[in-house]
């Protein structure tokens, strides 16, 4: 098993930065993988997702957290599921959702409050921590676990070094592969 680990560290400077930056990421998703959402209430994972799956063509107005329902479906340029796990209480609840179903489907995968059950989470996916900074500015540690989101992690990088600095996040630190 791949357990070396490989991050970015950003600064989201506004709410519209956190949505920009996350349909960079939509734009780059190809099926399959997971992205594990975690932060506290406000911290910006709705909208995250609302840019990530605006990147992937579904109008971002369509794009509301699942709190009460759960599990959002999206249809763009492929599949997007936004899952929504503040509600449940055990890992047994999450199942009953679907969610080991969804994680083995070839789609795209948004899992807001994903720590509430690392356990059924798979081994590679792409952890996104986001934390309150100032009433509007957010970090953001993304955290590559496994192959394939290292190389998700790769090409959101390659992509925020040609984007013009007026329009992206700021950049923090740029941390090595490092085991964990």
Not at 56 to 82: C, D, K, M
Not at 87 to 107: C, F, K, M, W
Not at 136 to 158: N, V
Request: net charge positive; with cysteine; proline share 6%.
């Amino acid at each position: 098993m791949d357990t070396s680990v490989s991050s970015l560290d950003l600064l989201l400077s506004s709410p519209g930065k956190t949505e920009s930056f996350g349909y960079a990421i939509g734009q780059l998703l190809c099926g399959g993988e997971v992205l594990a959402l975690i932060g506290e209430l406000g911290a910006g994972k709705t909208a995250l997702i609302r840019g990530v799956v605006a990147g992937l063509g579904v109008p971002s107005a369509a794009v509301t957290s699942p709190t009460f329902l759960l599990v959002h479906e999206y249809q763009g340029r492929l599949p997007v599921i936004h899952i929504d796990l503040y509600r449940l209480q055990t890992p047994e609840e999450a199942e009953s959702i679907g969610l080991s179903d969804y994680l083995a489907d070839n789609v795209a995968v948004a899992i807001e409050w994903a720590d509430r059950f690392p356990q059924l989470l798979p081994d590679d996916r792409l952890e996104v921590r986001l934390a309150h900074r100032t009433r509007r500015t957010r970090s953001a540690l993304l955290e590559a676990r496994g192959s394939r989101s290292r190389l998700l992690l790769a090409r959101i990088k390659k992509i925020w070094r040609r984007t013009p600095r007026s329009s992206q996040p700021i950049l923090k630190a740029n941390r090595k592969t490092s085991p964990r």
